[in-house]
């Protein structure tokens, strides 16, 4: 975990950008995703993603949002923000498809930073979210919002 004190949700602004690390898709990846949870077959078989609008075996877009999540998460854990949870995600789009070898990053950028509701410990923060290939093509876009803890839960525990 990152140095410093734990950030609550009235510690981020809007306009707050956080770049993450990337990850690297293979095609091993890819297919184990797909086999398990995406069994279509531009997922699973060479032969049947060439003849595909694809044009070539190609991730799963549950796969590239699970990759995102993992992503998101990583990051802001090592910033130290108070990530509890989202309440769900909206304006997903699948951009461009995902081919083993693609090293996938994201771009969150808050849009907004909403105060607790109905006594809550937590605030919500909008963010939207970018994720780009090596190329720097968007791959998927959405929405999301988190709750993020407004610290009273860890009283005096911050250090």
Known sequence: MGQGKTRYWRDIRPGETFETAA?????????????????????LDNGAAAASIFGGLCASGWHVCAVMMRLLTDTFVAARIDLLGSSGVGALRWRKPVF???ALSSTITVSECLAPVDKSEFGRIVCAVDVSNQQGDS?????????????????????
Request: proline share 4%; aromatic share 6%.
């Open 23 to 43: 990850i690297t898709l293979s095609t091993e990846d890819i297919l184990e995703f797909a086999a398990d949870f995406d069994p279509q077959p531009y997922h």
């Open 100 to 102: 083993a070898g693609d």
């Open 139 to 159: 791959v998927i876009t959405l929405t999301t919002t988190l709750l993020i803890g407004g610290g009273s839960r860890e009283a005096g525990s911050d250090g």
